[in-house]
């Protein structure tokens, strides 16, 4: 019913920049939030940005904060986040998810696309 697909993904070198993209199909009409999550290799998935899809409000995690750039396209139902400054710590798979209205979590999530970041 509903469907996120990432894109964008890739590698850099240190300090080098990506852009993600996040495309959302099916019932968008019932979104809350959207998020960018990421999960290094042997690391747990965390949060790296999330954005309320009505107010814009948004929120970065501390490791992000004033490197990445979280936006939204409510028109285009697109997501997307913009990555400078990177560091070899960026690298992860970036997922993409969303949280409907009523809902306590993130409940839909994308594949997720690679960011490599070289030294």
């Known amino acids: 019913q509903l469907h996120l697909v990432e894109s964008g993904g890739g590698k850099v070198e240190t300090g080098g920049s990506l852009r993600l993209s996040c495309a959302a199909s099916g019932r968008t009409e019932y979104t809350y939030a959207m998020a960018w999550f990421r999960q290094a290799s042997g690391r747990e998935r965390e949060i790296v940005a999330s954005i309320r899809w009505n107010t814009g409000h948004t929120y970065y995690a501390e490791a992000v904060q004033g490197r990445f750039t979280i936006s939204r396209d409510n028109a285009r139902n697109q997501m997307y986040l913009q990555m400078n400054t990177l560091k070899p710590d960026d690298t992860a798979v970036y997922y993409c998810?969303?949280?409907?209205?009523?809902?306590?979590?993130?409940?839909?999530w994308g594949q997720g696309t690679q960011v490599t970041v070289s030294s």
């Open positions: 998810a969303l949280q409907r209205i009523g809902g306590t979590n993130y409940d839909y």
